[in-house]
C-alpha cells in the first residue's frame, strides 16, 4: 500500500504521528506492508512559501491508495497573513473535488465509557453513519462579489446540485445500509424552503429507494434533525445529506458521540479512480495546539476506515476495538473527556492493546 500522510497544521501534527504508530502496529501484528510519502503543506508551508497545494503534488497524491491527513486552517477568528479560507479551499477541499470523493463517510457512535453530554442516553442510543455528498452544494466555490467594500456589495454563493452528484450520494447511502445490515435511510435536507436545490434530491431519493425494497425511508428537515439528533438520536441509522448540512450535523454528531476527539471520516473515491482520504472530522483546534492534548482516537478510528477501504478488515476491526477497550477506560481518557491522558499516552496505551 502507498500511503500518502500530510498532518496539516495544529493538533494534525500531533495526532497524525501517533495514527502512523498505530499504523505500523497493526501491519506488523496482521502482515501487511506500506509505504509512506509525506507532505509538508498547510500555514506554515503557505507562510514560508507562499503555496497551498501545488498541482503536481495533487497528481502525486492522486497516485496513492490512501491519504491520511490531519487538518489545515488557522485560529477560527481569522488571521492576518493567511488569507481566509485559503487552506481549506486550496488543499482540504482541492482534495475532496480534484479526486473526486464524493462520499464523506463519517460514523457517529458513542462507544460505552464515553461520556456523552445527553441525559438518559447510552451507546444503544447513539449509532448512525452520517453519509455527506462531497463534491457539490455550497462548497463549490462558485459565487463572487460584485460593488465589494460598497454600500451596493452583491455577494453570492451558489449551491450546486446535480443529478449524478446527488444519485452517487444517495446510492451509495442504500448500498451502505444493505452491505452493513443497517435498516433505515434518512434523506436530511430542507425542502420547505429550498424548492428547487433539494427538490431534486427528494426526488432522487424517491426513485433511487425504489430499487431498495427491504430498507426502511424517511425524511426529516436538516432544522428537525439537530433537534432529534438531541432529542432522541436512536431514531437515526444511516443519514443521507448535502455537503453543507453534513458538516454541520456531523458536528454535532461528534458533541454526541463524546466530541471532535472521537469523530473519525473518510472521502471516498468509491471508483478507487483516485485516492481516498482520511481524517478526523475535528479541525487544527488551536486553542488546544502544541500541549499534546488532542484526544488522537478520532484519527486512530480514521486510520480503520482507511485499512477498511484498502481491504485489511482484521486490521481495522483490531484499531476499533482497541480504541473502544482503551476509551472504555476513564484511565485512559484525554482533558476533553474529562481525563488527564495526554495524546501520547493514548497513543502508546492503543498501541500496547494492539501489540
Ligand atoms: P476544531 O475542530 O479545530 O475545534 C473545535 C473544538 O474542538 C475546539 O475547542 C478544540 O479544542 C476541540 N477539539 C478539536 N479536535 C480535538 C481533539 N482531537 N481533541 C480534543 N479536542 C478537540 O474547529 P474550529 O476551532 O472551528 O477550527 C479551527 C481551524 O480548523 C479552522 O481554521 C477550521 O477551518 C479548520 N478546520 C479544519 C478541518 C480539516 O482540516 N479537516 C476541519 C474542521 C476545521
Ligand atoms: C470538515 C471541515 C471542512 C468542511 C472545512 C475545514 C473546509 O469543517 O471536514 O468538516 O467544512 O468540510
Ligand atoms: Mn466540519
Partial sequence: MKIAVM??????????????????????????????DHYPFGGEYYLEKKETLPNSALKELAAHDAI???????????????????????????????????????????????????????????????????????????????????????????????RRGVERAI???????????????????KTNVLRFAHNLWQRAFEEVKTDYPGIETDYHHVDACTMYMVTKPKIYDVIVTTNMFGDIITDLGAAIQGGMGMAASGNLNPTRQAASMFEPVHGSAPDIAGKNLANPIATFLSVGMMLDFLNQPKAARAIYQACADVVADPKNHTRDLGGTCTTTQVGETVCAKLA
Fill in 171 to 189: 446510492r451509495y447511502a442504500f448500498d451502505y445500509a444493505k452491505q452493513f445490515n443497517r435498516k433505515k435511510v434518512t434523506l436530511v435536507a
Fill in 7 to 36: 498532518p496539516g497544521d495544529g493538533v494534525g501534527k500531533e495526532v497524525v504521528p501517533e495514527g502512523l504508530k498505530v499504523l505500523k502496529v497493526v501491519s506488523e501484528k496482521f502482515g501487511f506492508s506500506y509505504t509512506t
Fill in 68 to 162: 491520511l491527513f490531519g487538518a489545515v486552517g488557522v485560529d477560527p477568528r481569522g488571521s492576518t497573513q493567511i488569507p481566509q479560507g485559503i487552506l481549506e479551499a486550496e488543499i482540504l477541499l482541492k482534495m475532496r473535488f480534484e479526486l473526486d470523493q464524493y462520499i464523506n463517510l463519517r460514523p457517529t457512535k458513542l462507544l460505552p465509557g464515553v461520556p456523552t453530554p445527553l441525559k438518559n442516553v447510552g451507546p444503544a442510543d447513539i449509532d448512525m453513519v452520517i453519509v455527506r455528498e462531497n463534491t457539490e452544494g455550497l462548497y463549490c466555490q462558485n459565487g463572487g462579489f460584485l460593488y465589494k467594500g460598497t454600500q451596493h456589495e452583491v455577494a453570492n454563493q451558489i449551491e450546486v446540485t446535480t
